[in-house]
């Protein structure tokens, strides 16, 4: 087994430190937020995110998991260097590489000879070739090694993942590093750099794409008078397609989707290609808000004043991630527009913008005009009905995750609208 360095205790860091311990690797991972570090060295795990905190715990257990503040030993006596630190949107919707060339100023000198440093941050293509010529030694090669972490199933990823990437112009190292992940029996891509790097961006950016297309096609759906649920069951028969990512929503988000597209549209412009599927797939997500917006204002009748609740803030279901929040967007154009809003998610307890966070979906209901479910928590669509029927103003929903019962809440009274269907 070998000794194992990570650089950043952030989602991507933490899961690859707990992981590669599970699989049997002695690990130091290493942050710059001493609270942080202390937290989880007493194996406290602050991320929502299922499995995490006992291999955390079992990791700690072991010994073979350290949490250390400062990266000089997560560097130095290491066999390979994941390096896991954030890689924003910058000014100009590039990636934004600060952290990983102060990481790599730092390593340059203190990692050992025939130490592999590994990219697992998210970064441009043709990334690894230069930051191999700024580490400037041949002892030391530099691999490309890109995440495929799903939050609210990252632990499960990690550990029986699809396929393990790996892009190096050394074929020896990028075999070590393939090697590291043999007990989970993964198929393995060896590739170069500039090919590993390009695979992540293409993956999130080809799953953005679908999800702006099936917004486009249930709004056409609205126009025609067709289901889109039935419209994206024919098409999910056709194995070319898949299923995955067929559902409509208020726009995707989270810490992946809107970085990448940026990301990857910037690399192309760079280079002169020009990308207009890409950039319409960005277009498209930016309208979904609005359209949704104008969707809660047509069924409720107006907005100045309007009480909301909305049902669901994080983007996506199984995370307390609020990062690029489609939940957020649709509530700050809302509010703009005068509407009061009050809000429940499950993982979610304090108030985020001009939403004021309450306990229970019965608390967001009272005196409502409207109710907007927002996220697909499964448990929205087990609620009881009849009594947020009587505690509401008016009965109106607008489900844009077209996740609640049809027959339940026509029932109960409500007047429902949802994405690519006649309102009930």
Request: charged share 25%.
């Amino acid at each position: 087994m070998s000794r194992i360095g990570v650089i950043g205790a952030g989602y991507v860091g933490l899961t690859t430190a707990a992981c590669f311990s599970r699989l049997g690797h002695t690990v130091v991972c290493a942050d710059v937020d001493e609270a942080k570090v202390s937290a989880l060295g007493r194996g406290e795990v602050g991320a929502h995110e299922p499995g995490l905190a006992e291999l955390v715990a079992e990791g700690l257990r072991s010994g073979r998991l350290r949490f250390v503040r400062g990266n000089a030993e997560a560097l130095s006596e290491v066999d390979f260097v994941f390096l896991c630190v954030p890689t924003p949107t910058g000014p100009d919707g590039a990636a934004d590489l600060t952290a990983v060339h102060a990481v790599l100023r730092e390593a340059r000198d203190a990692v050992s000879p025939g130490c592999v440093l590994v990219i697992k941050s998210t970064v441009p293509a043709g990334t690894t070739e230069r930051v191999a010529s700024l580490v400037g030694r041949s002892d030391v090669r530099v691999v490309s090694n890109p995440e495929f972490l799903r939050e609210g199933h990252a632990v499960d990823d990690f550990l029986r993942p699809q396929r393990v990437v790996v892009g190096s112009e050394a074929e020896d190292a990028a075999r070590r590093v393939v090697g590291l992940y043999a007990g989970t029996g993964a198929p393995a891509l060896v590739t170069g750099s500039a090919s590993a790097e390009l695979v992540k961006y293409a993956s999130n950016c080809f799953l953005a794409m679908k999800l702006s297309y099936v917004n486009s096609l249930a709004e056409l759906c609205e126009r025609v008078g067709a289901d889109i649920s039935d419209v994206t069951e024919g098409m999910r028969l056709d194995d070319r397609i898949g299923s995955a990512f067929l559902e409509p929503g208020p726009g995707w988000g989270g810490s992946c989707f809107p970085k990448d597209t940026r990301a990857l549209l910037s690399t192309a412009d760079e280079v002169n290609v020009d990308f207009p599927l890409l950039r319409a797939t960005i277009g498209t997500n930016t309208h979904q808000a609005h359209r949704v917006v104008a969707m809660v204002r047509d069924a409720v009748g107006h907005l100045a004043g309007a009480r909301l609740g909305l049902l669901g803030l994080t983007f996506k279901a199984g995370t307390d991630d609020l990062r690029d929040s489609p939940a957020l967007a649709v509530a700050a154009l809302l509010a703009e527009q005068g509407a009061r809003l009050t809000g429940y998610d499950p993982c979610v307890d304090t108030d985020c913008g001009p939403v004021r966070v309450l306990d229970s979906p019965d608390a967001v209901a009272r005196d409502a005009d409207g109710l907007v479910v927002l996220t697909e928590w499964p448990e929205f669509a087990e609620l009881d009905w009849p009594n947020l029927a009587a505690a509401m103003r008016r009965r109106v929903i607008v489900d844009t995750r077209n996740l609640l019962p049809l027959d339940k809440v026509t029932e109960a009274g409500f007047h429902l609208v949802s994405l690519g269907r006649a309102a009930a």
